[in-house]
């Protein structure tokens, strides 16, 4: 097999290229991170992860297997390495998940696929059943821009656009670091049906009722699916644009499938995360600024989280273990774990900086440097102790895929 030097190749919001090693070491320090906090005393044992490969998903599945020792398999729709193509960052770290749990003995199938098909559900409860015989927990973490309808066939496409009126705020061109005022055209009703149908909460539906169909749902079995709420400098772009209409949508399906694991006697939540950087946050406009000046800020207080430390939280703070803190859930019932994100002090620091912001002081004012570093780190690129020099073996197989 060819081994050559991979480069980071990057197109817009997107590397086309990924570093094996990187990627692997990307996950070894999630691992050891997981780990360093202790096991987590009355976790999940065996843990289905939609959306398993990068970001949050990624995060929660390190947790539940090097947190709580659970057995996981993991849905996600990523690309293997073909000629001189390298394979995406999420299958590799995919790869790299596999062989570290197994090393620990834990069982970690994964399936490659679109995981909104009835094709990828059937295999997935067939791998639950041959594997881990059932779950106890289900964490539905896709960030997708289209769907195809199983029943219909018809492809909706998701948009990032405001809702009723053209919003024009500051962005920042994340290859070029400069920071201009961009006007969004709002969404059509087409635009914002696709965006709930694609990132809302049917599909979520579909597979815990596919799940308990198959049988393969613990008693007392728990699901949970993210959201994201925000301040209100994003609102116009996020809350209350059309993907905050799709995580809407969610509020709604959450009771839905909440009655539906009565069965089971399991529950539904949403966890309402803090803002990150991954392949999907890096998409929405606005939202790449605001997060480099929220960075600038959490890590001057000394408060700052990534995916892990976030999926860590929410395992030993939210879902298991201890007694829900004050604040930990709110109103409707969501487990709020970006709280550190939406503190006043944070959100009054970031609110100061915003309408001073410039391409000229943005590496002074934001941490624009560190947001472009892990956007890097995503694709496994600029990961410390990694040997960018030497030429690297470009496939690496999902042993376990099914
Ligand atoms: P991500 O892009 O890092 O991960 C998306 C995952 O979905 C990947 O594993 C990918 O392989 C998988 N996927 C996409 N399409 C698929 C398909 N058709 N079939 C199977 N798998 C598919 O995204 P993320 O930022 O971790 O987002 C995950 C969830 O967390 C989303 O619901 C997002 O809204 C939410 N969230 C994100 C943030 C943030 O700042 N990134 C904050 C709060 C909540």
Redesign the pocket.
């Known amino acids: 097999m060819a081994k050559a030097i991979i480069d980071p190749k990057i197109k817009g919001f997107i590397c086309t290229t990924a570093h094996p090693i990187g990627c692997a070491a990307n996950v070894l320090e999630q691992v050891r991170r997981t780990e360093a906090d202790g096991p987590i005393a009355g976790g999940p044992r065996g843990v289905l992860v ?9 995060a929660s599945r390190i947790v539940a297997a090097f947190g709580a020792g659970a057995h996981t398999v993991g ?4 690309r293997p390495a073909e000629g001189a193509r390298t394979a995406s960052a ?1 299958w590799y770290n995919a790869v790299s998940f596999e062989s570290l749990a197994k090393k620990r003995g834990l069982r970690a199938p994964s399936i490659n ?4 098909s009835d094709e990828i559900k059937g295999r997935t409860i067939d791998c639950i059943r041959r594997e881990l015989g059932k779950v106890d927990l289900v964490i539905y ?4 821009p289209r ?1 195809t309808d199983p029943k219909t066939g018809e492809i909706h496409r998701s948009a990032l656009k405001p809702i009723g009126q053209p919003f024009t705020g500051k962005t920042v061109n994340t290859d070029r670091g400069l920071v201009h005022e961009v006007t969004l055209e709002p969404a059509s009703e087409e635009e914002i049906r696709g965006t709930v149908a694609v ?1 809302g909460g049917d599909d979520w539906k579909l597979w815990m009722q596919a799940l308990l169909e198959g049988n393969v749902l613990a008693k007392g079995a728990r699901t949970v ?4 709420i925000g301040p209100q400098l994003t609102w116009p772009i996020y809350r209350d644009g059309t993907i905050g209409r799709a995580k809407a949508d969610l509020d709604g399906a959450v009771g839905e499938i909440d009655k539906l694991l009565t069965s089971v006697g399991g529950r539904a939540h949403i966890a309402v ?4 950087v ?4 890096s998409a929405i406009p606005v939202v790449p600024l605001y997060i480099s000046l929220l960075f600038k800020v959490m890590k001057e207080k000394g408060i700052h989280e990534g995916c892990v430390q976030q999926m860590g939280r929410l395992f030993r703070e939210r879902l298991y273990g201890k007694e829900l803190l004050p604040g930990a859930v709110d109103g409707l019932g969501r487990l709020r774990i970006d709280d550190l994100e939406m503190q006043p002090d944070v959100q009054k620091a970031v609110e100061n900086l915003w309408p001073r912001i410039t391409s000229e002081n943005l590496r002074e004012l934001s941490d624009f440097d560190g947001y472009a570093a892990e956007f890097l780190q995503l694709f496994g690129f600029g990961v410390e102790g990694v040997d960018y020099e030497a030429p690297v073996e470009m496939a690496k197989a999902l042993e376990d895929l099914r």
């Open positions: 939609i959306g398993a490969s990068t970001g949050y998903g990624l849905v996600f729709f990523e999420g696929g679109d995981a909104f973490s896709l960030a997708s769907r990132m699916a993210y959201s994201y995360n803090k803002a990150v991954t392949q999907a946050s």
